[in-house]
């Protein structure tokens, strides 16, 4: 006769118990809700967006907030898409009124490269040309991106845009480096 007890003759009780141990064993990314889980980490994405957009890195800021976009695609983050590519371009059109040509070229430069080979093989363009290239860019692509968001959700992209137009009238030399308070980055 064996010493071991068969697991269906133990009590219901004792089985939910040692699953219970079990799961509290569990590491804590396999024993939160995958809802929660999954949501977490796009909050992160708009944080480091607002970083980045304080710091002038646009290129590092658009592509926190077009992750937003693919793991919470939402009225709202397409909306937060568009306001970064509306922030490029009103940086560049302050610069290029400014009369800063070198930071336009520098604003080009951190959009157009990525990686120690473009320390070797730089971009080269010229301030003016680069301008009109990054704004007709951004431009376009803002067009789609908010086109989207109204497509999702217009009342909540009219509230956003009400609380970004704001934004803006409070900083009109300075809003492109940040986001509405309202928005909670």
Partial sequence: MSSLIPLHRLGHSIVAAVLALLFLALPPALATDPVQASTAPSRDHLKRAKIFLAAGDYRRALEACQREVSEAPSAESYVYLTYVYQSIDGYVEHLAKSDRWVAVEHLYLNLATKGA????????????????????????????????????????VTRLWQQQTAWRKARPDSWWAGVPDGWGW
């Fill in 117 to 156: 080979e473009d320390v070797v093989d730089p971009p080269d363009v010229l301030a003016r040309i680069a301008k009109e290239i990054i704004q007709g860019a951004v431009q376009k692509q803002s067009d789609v991106s908010a086109a989207m968001a109204a497509k999702l959700d217009e009342k909540t």
